[in-house]
């Protein structure tokens, strides 16, 4: 997590970073803080909170300066406050370093410092590295920076200042990523943790490797590794439209980007299905037919959102194209016996692309000669990179924390790769076009649904006074009930515990009273009466039951005390609709509970620790 940002060149460096810190802000909200460097001295500030209050201390006008660098955090190591901000600092404030990552020998080197008399300001693993980059200067900052890094252990990416080097910054990383950007002339580079921040600029620009240090000065930069060898690095010309940050007009980012869906799922569909020949394709996807024909085990595996997505593309890639998928929680998939053979492909599923638990999860399955997949929405991040083939959901950048457009829109990729894949094997062309009708159809359905949205709304008012929750759904409709709960945990700060709901009778029905509502989603027909049956046994224990159902559906009127009707599809794709009604629902309560919608607390958009 955290944002990393660090420019030197001809113009405003504060401005600079702050602007830089702004489109960051998504990865860490906790604190924030720039340190520069002005006559000869180091000069740091810091604000606990969003970044709003550390622009509030600063004044950029006296500040003229070409160097600076800039950080925004979610708390690992420490207290989310002041003291515990970045940029850290030696005890005799010569040199400024921003991390992420952890530190994981800092108690031990922490302990070793102050046994010699070192003072520390904070409680985090990162002031460990300004302490020691201090006690290893001897008039080059490269050398001392290159001596630190063989010292700590763990996951870094850092940039440092010295207030001896003002025209000079020293950019490290290791396992945790760190790009930089630069014009052609070198007059301006921009080092930052996320590529995201070069956002409205065209750039030449390098991804560091693991344990490589970049020495930027002014008009120059040269790349080395820990054994003080050059590394030639190409650069790849990113031409980064601006991101466009913008409401439009609605109350929050979540409800705009709710409201975008009928339009992200199009751009995720569009130019890949070929309806009227029942055909699927990927642009630059270049597994071999020959490997992808054979393939007979896939293991899914991403984090939280895209971990649902995962779940609904087991049954997708089950049962449409007949290939043994498991769906792996990203942070526990490394530490098991992964049974990979060259018959397997290994997906990974990340809005962000950057999620620690999901690299690791990858690399563990590439160090075992797995193939693997990307299905991210940002290009150039650090999953993209390392996957053998990629695919992109284009939804564009999504900046409420809580995700919502790119879970429709992976939903949209893996229901079109399982297609993809059931085409090489034996589903017929017929079947294909039905499939894809259905699915074109979806954009139209979920525009019915955000229609409905004043009447959800009337529903959340009802509900909003409970504190604790059930969802429940059957077959597709559980992955629904998961994904449905995690919004209203992440945006509402109240309790939801999604089951299946067959399970309710072998324990959780226990919890039932007329305190804990049920939150039933019974848009799967395969399953119907089977799910009327647990909500009859809800109902006799006298929860106040809401249902997600299908429009026309008997019984279930008789059953529920309020009803929010859904547009009718297939079993495989009832999960579009329930889903975004679900997200509004998420939404009008978190909005009468008054919590911090777009930014909830505790949490970060990208979560680049382990
Ligand atoms: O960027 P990723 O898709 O890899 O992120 C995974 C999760 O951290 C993410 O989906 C998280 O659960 C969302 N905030 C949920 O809304």
Same mark, same amino acid.
């Given at each position: 997590?955290?944002?990393?940002?660090?420019?030197?060149?001809?113009?405003?460096?504060?401005?600079?970073?702050?602007?830089? #810190?702004?489109?960051?802000?998504?990865?860490?909200?906790?604190?924030?803080?720039? /340190?520069?460097?002005?006559?000869?001295?180091?000069?740091?500030?810091?604000?606990?909170?969003?970044?709003?209050?550390?622009?509030?201390?600063?004044?950029?006008?006296?500040?003229?300066?070409?160097?600076?660098?800039?950080?925004?955090?979610?708390?690992? !190591?420490?207290?989310?406050?002041?003291?515990?901000?970045?940029?850290?600092?030696?005890?005799?404030?010569?040199?400024?370093?921003?991390?992420?990552?952890?530190?994981?020998?800092?108690?031990?080197?922490?302990?070793?410092?102050?046994?010699?008399?070192?003072?520390?300001?904070?409680?985090?693993?990162?002031?460990?590295? *300004?302490?020691?980059?201090?006690?290893?200067?001897?008039?080059?900052?490269?050398?001392?920076?290159?001596?630190?890094?063989?010292?700590?252990?763990?996951?870094?990416?850092?940039?440092?200042?010295?207030?001896?080097?003002? !025209?000079?910054?020293?950019?490290?990383?290791?396992?945790?990523?760190?790009?930089?950007?630069?014009?052609?002339?070198?007059?301006?580079?921009?080092?930052?943790?996320?590529?995201?921040?070069?956002?409205?600029?065209?750039?030449?620009?390098?991804?560091?490797?693991?344990?490589?240090?970049?020495?930027?000065?002014?008009?120059?930069?040269?790349?080395?590794?820990?054994?003080?060898?050059?590394?030639?690095?190409?650069?790849?010309?990113?031409?980064?439209?601006?991101?466009?940050?913008?409401?439009?007009?609605?109350?929050? %980012?979540?409800?705009?980007?709710?409201?975008?869906?009928?339009?992200?799922?199009?751009?995720?569909?569009?130019? @890949?299905?070929?309806?009227?020949?029942?055909?699927?394709?990927?642009? !630059? #996807?270049?597994?071999?037919?020959?490997?992808?024909?054979?393939?007979?085990?896939?293991?899914?595996?991403?984090?939280?959102?895209?971990?649902?997505?995962?779940?609904?593309?087991?049954?997708?890639?089950?049962?449409?194209?007949?290939? @043994?998928?498991?769906?792996?929680?990203?942070?526990?998939? @490394?530490?098991?016996?992964?049974?990979?053979?060259?018959?397997?492909?290994?997906?990974? =599923?990340?809005?962000?692309?950057?999620?620690?638990?999901?690299?690791?999860?990858?690399?563990?399955?590439?160090?075992?000669? *797995?193939?693997?997949?990307?299905?991210?929405?940002?290009?150039?991040?650090?999953?993209?990179? %390392?996957?053998?083939?990629?695919?992109?959901?284009?939804?564009?950048?999504?900046?409420?924390?809580?995700?919502?457009?790119?879970?429709?829109?992976?939903?949209?990729?893996?229901?079109?790769?399982?297609?993809?894949?059931?085409?090489?094997?034996?589903?017929?062309?017929?079947?294909?076009?039905?499939?894809?009708?259905?699915?074109?159809?979806?954009?139209?359905?979920?525009?019915?649904?955000?229609?409905?949205?004043?009447?959800?709304?009337?529903?959340?008012?009802?509900?909003?006074?409970?504190?604790?929750?059930?969802?429940?759904?059957?077959?597709?409709?559980?992955?629904?009930?998961?994904?449905?709960?995690?919004?209203?945990?992440?945006?509402?700060?109240?309790?939801?515990?999604?089951?299946?709901?067959?399970?309710?009778?072998?324990?959780?029905?226990?919890?039932?009273?007329?305190?804990?509502?049920?939150?039933? %989603?019974?848009?799967?027909?395969?399953?119907?009466?089977?799910? #009327?049956?647990?909500?009859?046994?809800?109902?006799?224990?006298?929860?106040?039951?809401?249902?997600?159902?299908?429009?026309?559906?008997?019984?279930?009127?008789?059953? *529920?005390?309020?009803?929010?009707?859904?547009?009718?599809?297939?079993?495989?794709?009832?999960?579009?609709?329930?889903?975004?009604?679900?997200?509004?629902? /998420?939404?009008?309560?978190?909005? =009468?509970?008054?919590?911090?919608?777009?930014?909830?607390?505790?949490?970060?958009?990208?979560?680049?620790?382990?």
């Amino acid at each position: 997590m955290c944002g990393i940002f660090g420019y030197l060149g001809n113009k405003n460096s504060i401005k600079a970073c702050l602007n830089g #810190l702004k489109l960051l802000e998504y990865r860490g909200y906790d604190s924030a803080g720039i /340190a520069t460097i002005k006559n000869g001295s180091l000069i740091n500030f810091k604000a606990s909170g969003k970044l709003i209050s550390l622009e509030k201390k600063i004044n950029i006008k006296n500040l003229n300066l070409d160097l600076a660098i800039g950080h925004t955090r979610w708390a690992t !190591h420490g207290a989310a406050n002041e003291k515990n901000a970045h940029p850290h600092l030696d005890e005799m404030k010569n040199v400024a370093i921003v991390h992420n990552g952890i530190i994981e020998n800092y108690d031990i080197l922490k302990k070793d410092l102050q046994s010699k008399g070192v003072k520390f300001r904070s409680e985090t693993d990162s002031e460990v590295i *300004a302490q020691l980059i201090f006690k290893n200067y001897k008039k080059n900052l490269l050398d001392a920076t290159l001596k630190t890094l063989k010292e700590v252990k763990g996951s870094l990416a850092i940039v440092v200042i010295h207030k001896n080097h003002p !025209h000079e910054i020293v950019a490290a990383t290791r396992e945790s990523p760190l790009a930089i950007g630069f014009d052609d002339k070198k007059n301006e580079f921009i080092i930052s943790s996320d590529p995201n921040a070069f956002s409205g600029r065209n750039l030449n620009v390098i991804f560091l490797k693991n344990n490589e240090i970049a020495h930027i000065k002014k008009n120059d930069l040269i790349v080395i590794n820990l054994r003080k060898q050059k590394v030639h690095k190409k650069f790849e010309k990113l031409n980064s439209k601006n991101l466009i940050f913008s409401k439009k007009g609605f109350e929050h %980012f979540l409800l705009k980007e709710i409201f975008d869906q009928p339009l992200t799922i199009q751009k995720a569909y569009l130019g @890949r299905a070929i309806e009227d020949k029942g055909q699927v394709e990927f642009e !630059h #996807l270049n597994f071999t037919k020959k490997f992808l024909s054979k393939i007979d085990n896939i293991i899914v595996t991403a984090c939280g959102t895209s971990y649902h997505a995962s779940l609904i593309a087991k049954a997708y890639f089950e049962d449409q194209a007949n290939i @043994r998928t498991s769906a792996e929680i990203a942070s526990e998939m @490394r530490f098991k016996n992964l049974l990979i053979t060259k018959n397997t492909l290994v997906i990974a =599923i990340s809005q962000s692309g950057e999620t620690a638990d999901t690299m690791a999860a990858l690399k563990a399955a590439k160090a075992k000669g *797995a193939k693997t997949l990307s299905i991210v929405n940002v290009q150039n991040s650090t999953i993209s990179r %390392f996957t053998d083939e990629s695919i992109f959901l284009k939804a564009g950048p999504e900046r409420s924390v809580c995700s919502t457009k790119a879970f429709s829109s992976q939903i949209t990729v893996l229901y079109l790769f399982a297609i993809y894949l059931a085409r090489l094997r034996d589903m017929k062309k017929r079947e294909a076009i039905l499939f894809l009708k259905e699915l074109k159809k979806i954009p139209l359905k979920i525009r019915k649904v955000l229609k409905i949205s004043s009447l959800i709304n009337e529903q959340a008012k009802k509900y909003a006074k409970f504190d604790s929750f059930f969802f429940l759904g059957r077959n597709l409709m559980y992955p629904t009930a998961m994904e449905a709960a995690l919004k209203l945990k992440e945006i509402s700060y109240l309790n939801a515990n999604a089951y299946p709901a067959g399970e309710m009778k072998h324990g959780p029905l226990a919890l039932i009273s007329n305190k804990l509502p049920v939150i039933a %989603f019974c848009s799967n027909e395969k399953t119907y009466d089977k799910m #009327l049956s647990s909500l009859m046994e809800a109902k006799a224990r006298g929860a106040p039951i809401l249902a997600f159902a299908t429009k026309n559906s008997y019984g279930i009127e008789d059953i *529920a005390d309020d009803v929010i009707w859904l547009e009718k599809t297939t079993d495989e794709l009832a999960i579009f609709p329930s889903s975004v009604a679900a997200q509004l629902f /998420a939404y009008y309560v978190a909005k =009468i509970r008054k919590t911090d919608i777009d930014q909830p607390r505790n949490l970060a958009k990208s979560v680049t620790v382990e």
